[in-house]
């Protein structure tokens, strides 16, 4: 029995002592490539990991912006989409021009990912997140082993696979953060017990469950600060976003870039003549955006005024589906709505291009936007750069960089009445014209231009 001891232990001093030679020489292999990557601009090899790259959501916006300014000032760069979607460059970059108006060179390859099922929320029905992020770690070695770049990243939020281009291929590694993974914000929901669609209603009704859960989200933290070490560099979306990340993962280098928003065209839109009931919605149809929300003050609404008083009123809701989980969620929504009988109201654009888009932002006077803790908003932007007022919740980024406004559902409805039936039009014309000037901060040269620099000099 001693000598199994001391075998053992022989044989855990071996393995300690072999993998800490092999960290070492991970580390020199990545300062080198760091320093390679500084010099030589000319033949630079990025990978984007995005599996979803086609999701036509603000993450997608900013990854593609992101490659076509890239390829447009190093013609030789090769860059490399790690992606879960079996599709073309050409078929992709059409796509891409029909969601955003990015025109992007199809100067790049794509290298699908076969494990990229692995990162479904759906394959995780109890401790999602850590599932997730193990499943990501998978995930980035396969991305990584059909094509290892000089440069890896992460601009799809999965920080776990930083640890594997780092510490495994010794790539450089960049992260762009839209959102936190585990923030103390999350803690608190499950400490004050809210029921919401990240902490389920048995949990937040059970003291012992609760107790759990937050054992479950310390650990997550502990490891998200882990994860965290392994970048180089790190960019975030907001003030809201910078915050919590400098507290947890305590980064070297660490700026906000704020997202790519296409202003220019929408700031060209007239502010007269325009639909005085329509208001408009425009976020990827996914939970926590809360769609259901705004049914509900539509609803409300609807029951505070006569019907001559809404006769041309309109919530249009657009957005896009990821998968077919997404597309589930509309199918619920609209059930909701014909529930709540408010369908009339209603028009559905689903995975809207952007003339449909357009077409709606250059018409609309007021936008709403129900999501608790959104990280920023293009959307937002996006309204404001149209002349279209947005409703948006008083948390997150809105809440540290856009705008300020409303928080719970009497708020909501209560700012629709002032902007449909109070104000005239001199005032509504006024709000419109400061909006403007708010915005113009948020465009996608600015984006484009800050992201390569900080890419390619982290200490300006």
């Given at each position: 029995?001693?000598e199994w001891?001391?075998?053992c ?9 072999s993998y800490?030679?092999?960290i070492?020489?991970t580390?020199?292999?990545n300062k ?5 990557f500084?010099?030589?601009?000319a033949n ?7 599996p979803?790259?086609?999701?036509g ?11 076509s300014h890239?390829?447009?000032k190093?013609?030789?760069c090769?860059?490399i989409?790690?992606t879960?979607?079996q ?9 891409v021009?029909?969601?955003f108006?990015?025109?992007v ?20 029905p109890w ?9 990501s770690m998978f995930?980035?070695?396969e991305?990584?082993?059909?094509y290892t770049p ?10 776990a ?6 510490f495994c291929?010794?790539c450089y ?5 839209h ?13 004050q ?15 012992l469950?609760?107790?759990?859960k937050l054992?479950?989200y310390?650990a997550?933290?502990?490891l998200?600060?882990l ?6 560099v ?8 910078k915050?919590?990340i400098s507290?947890?993962w ?6 906000i ?5 296409s202003?220019k065209?929408l700031l060209?839109?007239?502010l007269s ?6 208001v408009?919605?425009?976020s990827?149809?996914r939970?926590?955006k ?16 006569e019907e ?6 309109c919530?249009?809701m657009?957005g896009s ?9 509309v199918?619920?929504l609209?059930?909701?709505a014909d529930d709540?009988?408010v369908?009339?109201?209603?028009r559905w ?5 952007r003339?449909?888009i357009?077409?709606y932002?250059?018409r ?6 129900t999501?608790?803790?959104e ?7 996006e309204?404001?750069a149209a002349?279209?007022?947005p409703i948006?919740?008083?948390s ?5 960089d856009?705008i300020?406004?409303?928080n719970?559902?009497e708020e909501?409805?209560?700012i ?6 109070q104000?005239s039009?001199?005032q509504?014309?006024?709000i419109?014209c400061?909006?403007?000037?708010r915005?113009e901060?948020?465009?996608d ?10 890419l390619?000099?982290p200490?300006?």
């Amino acid at each position: 029995m001693e000598e199994w001891f001391i075998l053992c232990g022989c044989l855990w001093t071996i393995f300690v002592l072999s993998y800490t030679v092999y960290i070492s020489k991970t580390l020199h292999k990545n300062k080198k490539k760091i320093e390679d990557f500084h010099k030589d601009k000319a033949n630079l090899s990025v990978g984007f990991f995005h599996p979803y790259c086609s999701a036509g959501g603000g993450g997608e916006r900013v990854l593609w912006l992101e490659v076509s300014h890239l390829l447009e000032k190093f013609p030789t760069c090769k860059i490399i989409i790690y992606t879960a979607e079996q599709t073309t460059v050409d078929a992709l970059t059409d796509k891409v021009y029909k969601q955003f108006g990015i025109r992007v060179l199809p100067k790049f390859s794509l290298v699908f990912l076969e494990s990229a099922f692995l990162l479904e929320p759906k394959e995780y029905p109890w401790f999602t997140l850590l599932g997730q992020a193990i499943g990501s770690m998978f995930v980035a070695i396969e991305a990584l082993l059909r094509y290892t770049p000089n440069c890896f990243i992460d601009t799809t939020g999965f920080p776990a696979s930083m640890c594997i281009a780092r510490f495994c291929f010794g790539c450089y590694v960049v992260c762009y953060v839209h959102y936190p993974t585990i923030s103390s914000d999350m803690l608190q929901v499950v400490k004050q017990r809210q029921i919401k669609y990240n902490n389920r209603t048995f949990i937040a009704k059970s003291y012992l469950a609760t107790q759990c859960k937050l054992f479950y989200y310390r650990a997550l933290m502990f490891l998200y600060f882990l994860t965290g070490k392994c970048a180089d560099v790190v960019m975030v979306n907001s003030s809201w976003t910078k915050q919590h990340i400098s507290v947890m993962w305590k980064p070297q280098y660490l700026k906000i870039v704020y997202p790519p928003c296409s202003v220019k065209t929408l700031l060209d839109f007239g502010l007269s003549g325009r639909k005085q009931h329509w208001v408009v919605s425009l976020s990827q149809f996914r939970e926590e955006k809360n769609h259901a929300w705004q049914l509900f003050i539509i609803h409300k609404l609807i029951q505070q005024h006569e019907e001559k008083d809404l006769q041309d009123f309109c919530l249009v809701m657009m957005g896009s589906t990821r998968h077919e989980q997404d597309s589930e969620r509309v199918t619920q929504l609209q059930k909701l709505a014909d529930d709540l009988k408010v369908s009339s109201y209603i028009r559905w654009i689903i995975n809207a291009s952007r003339e449909q888009i357009d077409y709606y932002l250059s018409r609309a006077t007021i936008a709403l936007h129900t999501m608790r803790d959104e990280h920023f908003g293009i959307s937002l932007v996006e309204f404001m750069a149209a002349g279209v007022i947005p409703i948006a919740h008083r948390s997150g980024g809105v809440e540290k960089d856009i705008i300020t406004h409303e928080n719970n559902t009497e708020e909501y409805v209560a700012i629709l009445e002032k902007l449909l039936f109070q104000l005239s039009e001199e005032q509504m014309h006024s709000i419109q014209c400061n909006m403007r000037i708010r915005v113009e901060e948020f465009s996608d040269e600015t984006f484009a231009a800050e992201f390569t620099k900080y890419l390619l000099f982290p200490r300006c």
